[in-house]
């Protein structure tokens, strides 16, 4: 059972009916005691960062999300938001990330690029994952995935890089720390390389 957190910003129904598809039982709550029993949590999510944050704080739950995450060491994936909401902060708010796992979520800079970038960055694209992970094994060879951001995570360590992705320059695409797992696309919406990703997270993680 995987428990995907509601906390008001997401189309939530994508990601059940994709666990559906791979026969994956969840859940959708924002009930503290439900978080609680949690084995595997998801937390998803779009929209801006400080919006995301308040809402976690003000359903109460940034303290049983950092038990389960931190403390118990559930395996948990962060989505779009969800994952830069695992960063200290944001260049889009003023309020305190989660803080698990070190770094600051930056708007795409077209003054890198050598190319003029469109903001959002709305499109398939290929995701070239840069250490071994269970949530990249046996995908096919350049797996492609649906993206729609105009901020990206920069995290402070490199070991905490799970994945890049060229959009303009190369940017950080996918995380991960111990039980702790984030990406900026959307696996949700991605087909069969989605699929694979969430089958990944269910079976092996």
């Given amino acids: 059972?995987?428990?995907i957190v509601d906390y008001g910003t997401g189309n939530l129904a994508s990601i059940t009916n994709m666990l559906k598809r791979i026969g994956c039982a969840s859940i959708i709550t924002s009930k503290v005691d439900e978080i609680?029993?949690?084995t595997k949590l998801i937390l998803p999510g779009v929209g801006a960062f400080?919006?995301?944050?308040?809402?976690l704080a003000n359903l109460g739950l940034i303290e049983i999300l950092n038990q389960k995450a931190i403390v118990e060491r559930v395996p948990t994936l962060g989505i779009c938001l969800g994952m830069q909401l695992f960063m200290d902060g944001s260049q889009e708010g003023n309020l305190r990330g989660l803080g698990w796992i070190e770094g600051e979520v930056v708007r795409f800079n077209p003054q890198i690029s050598q190319e003029k970038l469109k903001i959002p960055h709305m499109s398939w694209n290929y995701v070239s994952p840069v250490k071994e992970s269970k949530l990249?094994?046996?995908?096919q060879d350049d797996p492609r995935f649906?993206?729609?951001?105009s901020y990206h995570v920069g995290p402070a360590r490199a070991g905490d890089v799970l994945a890049r992705t060229t959009y303009g320059y190369p940017f950080t695409s996918a995380v991960e720390?111990?039980?702790v797992a984030g990406v900026q696309f959307h696996p949700e919406k991605s087909h069969k390389f989605g699929m694979k990703l969430l089958q990944n997270f269910a079976e092996r993680y």
Wanted: charged share 25%; net charge neutral; no cysteine.
């Fill in 146 to 149: 649906y993206f729609v951001h």
């Fill in 136 to 139: 990249f094994a046996d995908l």
């Fill in 50 to 55: 400080d919006t995301g944050i308040r809402n």
């Fill in 36 to 38: 609680a029993r949690a």
């Fill in 1 to 3: 059972m995987i428990t």
């Fill in 177 to 179: 720390r111990d039980n």
